[in-house]
């Protein structure tokens, strides 16, 4: 099964910019979608934004439209999620996961079969 780390959170002053990465191990995400979620204290599971196997297609929830970006490096087994102009409202815990889907939207976390641990970003106003 493949196993997902994310790293790159941390804390920044609303305005500011963070790129989170997402490394697998133990098999290729060259085929998977890959995608990106948050939850905030005390707040539901959030879908941030998702990228076809191939990084051809990808979708983004309203709230980040225009300000995040998820990229992915096949040959590096990762995926990416560049954060600008961050606002409080951000703040979270953020996961990323990979589906065994290659070219569809995915945008619900019961469609992704394997997770990371998160790593927190925290905006400060």
């Known amino acids: 099964q493949v196993r997902l780390v994310e790293s790159g959170g941390g804390l920044v002053q609303a305005g500011g910019s963070l790129r989170l990465s997402c490394a697998a191990s133990?098999?290729?995400?060259?085929?998977?979608?890959m995608g990106w979620f948050r939850q905030a204290p005390g707040k539901e599971r959030e879908f941030v934004a998702t990228?076809?196997?191939?990084?051809?297609?990808?979708y983004y929830s309203d709230s980040v439209k225009g300000r995040f970006t998820i990229s992915r490096d096949n040959a590096k087994n990762t995926v990416y999620l560049q954060m600008n102009s961050l606002k409080p409202d951000d703040t979270a815990v953020y996961s990323c996961?990979?589906?065994?889907?290659?070219?569809?939207?995915?945008?619900?976390?019961?469609?992704?079969?394997?997770w990371g641990q998160g790593t927190q970003v925290t905006v400060s106003s």
């Open positions: 996961a990979t589906a065994a889907l290659r070219a569809t939207i995915l945008t619900k976390a019961d469609q992704y079969d394997s």
């Open positions: 990228v076809t196997w191939s990084g051809g297609t990808t």
């Open positions: 133990g098999g290729l995400i060259s085929t998977r979608a």
